[in-house]
């Protein structure tokens, strides 16, 4: 007892390692297992039932044909005999004239697959003398509230009468041949196995019911089909049911007609030691079903099976597994089917969650359902017939959820990509951002790397002056009409805004992509050159409007520097923010702060050599010399950037 209540908990144990192993995130692994439940659920209640016999026929299609069962010979009836004999149905005269005929060459059994429940004169006494015959088998068909029952010949014994009831899927199509019919008073025998159990008689081969209530016949066991063996859910298994093995698609036994036996054309060797059935394949008779070979064909006549030749496809079935050893399908239990969908489920989202290159994800998916369809022919060529559809379904249910939850965290990520740069970028940026983001995301944070971008800091010289004389909610909608024209102007020349410091604004050229040329640094530079002119431009636009609403002149300081620069991820999960430390970001702002006082018009932008460097000639510049920044102990080639030029 103790080693059955530890098993689920190892299991728990063992699955909840697999997930932490795999680091497949828990909602992940819900929305799959909610996904296979609604699936097994929607099996359960018989949804999928139709696949699965869909399958089942292209299977039984694919097998390979087997010849004719030369142990059978059907006597047939078709138009050209109904012509022949000038009358319809065949009178007692006419079939008892065939039995004789065929009777003179002992058959082994003479089944009529032909109802004859009250005369068809004249030969009536001619008829009964014949059906007296011990290996001569009649049919029945046992109705129902629908359908009106047909009795059998009166002249023939009970025990020698057999019911020609054929069960339907619910496609129409006849897969299933049942061995008993039971009602209140007794049970009766198909009319196949009537036939198979009179050959087997010669062979002292008699039915016995095993201790499971099994019918057995030699050493052939016949396993009974439950309402949900192999891919059915909800079928009626009541009498005693079993899957038709089709032995062929063409003709099942040799096959002779009306007219031939009554003018004695054919081979008495066809008929001695032989199972003979008679039966109606005219097609005027409409006694055609639909088999697993039909919906092959285009003719709809000619992809029909005839009664009788479904009748002795189950009687050459029963003689084959007795006498051939000849296997009879078998099924999984319940259990191990859900375990089958399950498993390839589970491992179809296993692979979709692993898999990040869609190309390489669909190959691999397809090559799933390659090795799931062979297996489960395989065991089909075996006799074993288990669900393929729901594991199909399976797996493109399972991969696609995991494939929508990883879009869904995708996005989810790209939305925490934008929170950490600000929703500060340009669209070019953050579409290199996110074609980068397997690089850039780690656990959720930017991990750090060392860039070369181009560093620029602002101010605003005399922003005191209009601090004092304006009430804490009027400077706040200065300050964001002021902030969101400069970080405007930093996006449209493709840079980032990292942080806003008062009036200040810092933003950086060149990340979070790592630049990998020369050029691509020397446009970062030059780019972050035309953002402090176009800045002081705007800020002239400004002025104006301000000195209208009496606020004085404001200028502005701006310090650029390009060098390397470490960035990433600053802080925890619950506070993060978009870090960019190192140096150069020191000097670019003591750049920006050097000598407030020495300010030429109404933006001062001051850059380094290392910036000079990279900007074409573009720009005129004024140098200032070699220059003690604070906390600097190394002079800095400064440059003022008086404005671009035009050659």
């Known amino acids: 007892m103790a080693i059955k209540i530890m098993r689920p908990i190892y299991f728990v144990k063992w699955m909840d390692k697999k997930v932490h192993s795999y680091r497949i995130p828990i909602p992940a692994i819900l929305a799959s297992g909610a996904a296979i439940l609604s699936l097994l659920f929607f099996r359960y209640l018989g949804g999928l039932q139709l696949l699965e016999l869909f399958v089942f026929d292209g299977m039984v299609r694919m097998g390979p044909d087997n010849i004719s069962d030369p142990r059978l010979l059907i006597v047939e009836l078709t138009e050209e005999d109904i012509q022949y004999l000038g009358q319809w149905p065949i009178s007692d005269k006419n079939l008892a004239d065939v039995l004789a005929s065929l009777q003179k060459h002992q058959p082994k059994a003479i089944g009529i697959d032909i109802y004859r429940d009250v005369p068809k004169y004249p030969g009536y006494a001619e008829l009964v003398e014949q059906l007296q015959k011990p290996n001569v088998f009649g049919i029945t068909f046992i109705g129902n509230k629908n359908v009106s029952t047909i009795l059998p010949p009166p002249s023939i014994p009970k025990e020698r009468i057999g019911f020609n009831n054929i069960p339907f899927d619910p496609d129409g199509v006849v897969r299933r041949y049942s061995f008993f019919i039971s009602n209140d008073q007794e049970t009766m025998v198909a009319f196949a196995l009537h036939l198979a159990l009179a050959y087997l008689q010669e062979y002292e081969i008699f039915p016995q019911i095993t201790e499971n209530n099994e019918y057995q016949l030699g050493d052939a066991l016949f396993k009974k089909l439950q309402p949900n063996s192999g891919g059915y859910q909800h079928i009626d298994a009541q009498g005693y049911p079993i899957l038709i093995n089709y032995r062929n698609s063409q003709s099942i036994a040799p096959k002779i007609t009306i007219k031939d036996v009554l003018l004695g054309d054919f081979d008495p060797e066809l008929v001695k030691n032989k199972i003979v059935l008679i039966g109606n394949t005219a097609a005027s008779s409409n006694d055609f079903s639909f088999t697993p070979y039909s919906f092959a064909?285009?003719?709809?006549?000619?992809?029909?099976?005839?009664?009788?030749?479904?009748?002795?496809?189950?009687?050459?079935?029963?003689?084959?597994?007795?006498?051939?050893?000849?296997?009879?399908?078998?099924?999984?239990?319940?259990?191990?089917?859900i375990l089958w969908i399950f498993s390839w489920s589970i491992v179809s989202g296993g692979i979709a969650w692993h898999?990040?290159?869609?190309?390489?994800?669909?190959?691999?998916?397809?090559?799933a359902l390659g090795v799931l369809i062979a297996i489960s022919y395989g065991i089909f060529i075996k006799m074993g017939w288990i669900p393929v559809a729901a594991p199909i379904l399976g797996i493109f249910m399972t991969s696609g959820v995991v494939i929508v939850y990883k879009i869904q965290e995708s996005w989810q990520q790209q939305n925490m990509v934008m929170k950490l740069l600000g929703q500060q970028t340009s669209p070019e940026i953050a579409q290199a951002l996110w074609q980068e983001r397997s690089y850039l995301i780690n656990s959720g944070i930017l991990?750090?790397?060392?860039?070369?971008?181009?560093?620029?800091?602002?101010?605003?010289?005399?922003?005191?002056?209009?601090?004092?004389?304006?009430?804490s909610e009027a400077l706040i909608n200065w300050l964001n009409e002021y902030l969101s024209a400069m970080t405007d102007i930093v996006i449209n020349h493709h840079g980032i805004v990292n942080k806003f410091t008062g009036d200040g604004v810092i933003a950086v050229f060149g990340i979070p992509v790592p630049r990998t040329s020369v050029e691509e640094i020397a446009i970062d530079a030059q780019n972050a050159v035309n953002c402090a002119l176009a800045m002081g431009q705007h800020l002239s636009q400004l002025n104006?409007?301000?000195?209208?609403?009496?606020?004085?002149?404001?200028?502005?300081?701006?310090?650029?520097?390009?060098?390397?620069?470490?960035?990433?991820?600053?802080?925890?999960?619950?506070?993060?923010?978009?870090?960019?430390?190192?140096?150069?970001?020191?000097?670019?702002?003591?750049?920006?702060?050097?000598?407030?006082?020495?300010?030429?018009g109404i933006c001062r932008v001051l850059i380094a050599q290392e910036t000079l460097e990279y900007l074409d000639k573009r720009f005129s510049v004024e140098p200032w010399g070699d220059l003690n920044l604070k906390g600097k102990k190394i002079p800095v080639n400064v440059y003022l950037v008086t404005g671009k030029n035009y050659f």
């Open 355 to 367: 898999i990040r290159r869609p190309l390489i994800l669909l190959l691999i998916i397809f090559l």
């Open 544 to 600: 104006q409007k301000w000195q209208e609403q009496n606020s004085p002149e404001l200028k502005m300081r701006v310090g650029i520097y390009t060098g390397t620069v470490t960035v990433g991820s600053l802080g925890g999960k619950n506070r993060l923010e978009y870090g960019v430390i190192g140096d150069s970001v020191n000097i670019a702002s003591r750049l920006e702060s050097f000598d407030k006082e020495r300010h030429p």
């Open 447 to 471: 991990p750090p790397k060392t860039v070369t971008a181009t560093i620029l800091f602002t101010d605003l010289k005399n922003f005191s002056t209009i601090s004092e004389k304006k009430t």
């Open 297 to 337: 064909q285009l003719n709809l006549l000619k992809s029909k099976m005839s009664g009788v030749e479904i009748h002795a496809q189950a009687t050459s079935q029963i003689i084959s597994a007795v006498l051939n050893d000849q296997k009879l399908f078998w099924y999984w239990d319940e259990s191990t089917e």
